[in-house]
């Protein structure tokens, strides 16, 4: 039987066949700084090869320091709205409420995204519920590099069931986001959540933690 520390060495080595396993494609030059820092720390022992690992695994989620909060917003709607009369076709963006007024399909897009252009590289800009609302609804957003959409615990952001919003500028008729055509091209529609050039940060819709 082993004995508690050959037990640990056990464990050490067994989590670092495995680390190194699932990271067997990572090309050369990286295979041989990870093995120079695994071999130094093997001369350490179980601590050292374990604290070797720790320092290799990604980051945990985290909320954002609130010091680096550009703006928080404040929610308009509340879920509710969007059970009635049915999950599937709520009241607050029907086809006769977008009839009415065509921003009734994303009445929070042009603030959220304004608030986002307005935020700097590495800040943050929160949606946020209040006491009687706690729903956004949103077409096409783009972050701009740097910057976190921070969709809070208490909060749902819903995306917007109208093609329209989402069709990519310059189409013609019959080519738009959502409709099959012989001349359609398969790039008519924008996503929901696209990123400016370089390194950006961003929540999903669900999760209230920023990555």
Not at 13 to 19: M, P
Not at 62 to 68: A, D, G, I, N
Not at 72 to 86: D, E, G, M
Not at 172 to 193: I, Q
Request: glycine letters at 8%; proline letters at 6%.
């Amino acid at each position: 039987m082993l004995n508690s520390r050959n037990k640990s060495i056990a464990l050490a080595a067994f989590i670092l066949v495995t680390y190194c396993t699932a990271n067997s494609a990572i090309a050369g030059e990286s295979d041989a700084r990870n093995a120079g820092i695994f071999d130094a720390a093997g001369g350490q022992g179980t601590r050292g090869l374990l604290a070797a690992l720790d320092g290799h695994l990604p980051l945990e989620p985290r909320l954002p320091l609130h010091t680096v909060i550009c703006a928080t917003l404040r929610a308009n709607l509340t879920s509710a709205a969007f059970a009635a009369p049915t999950t599937t076709d709520p009241d607050v963006d029907s086809i006769a409420a977008v009839t009415a007024n065509p921003l009734s399909s994303n009445p929070d897009t042009a603030r959220i995204q304004a608030a986002l252009n307005a935020c700097r590289k590495g800040g943050v800009v929160k949606l946020a519920a209040t006491s009687l609302n706690d729903a956004y609804l949103t077409g096409p957003l783009t972050l701009p590099s740097g910057v976190t959409l921070w969709v809070d615990a208490a909060v749902t952001l819903y995306a917007s069931r109208n093609p329209a919003d989402y069709t990519v500028a310059g189409l013609v008729p019959g080519d738009e986001c959502g409709n099959a055509s012989s001349t359609t091209t398969g790039k008519a529609c924008k996503a929901l959540k696209k990123s400016s050039r370089g390194k950006s940060r961003h929540s999903t819709p669900i999760n209230p933690l920023a990555r």
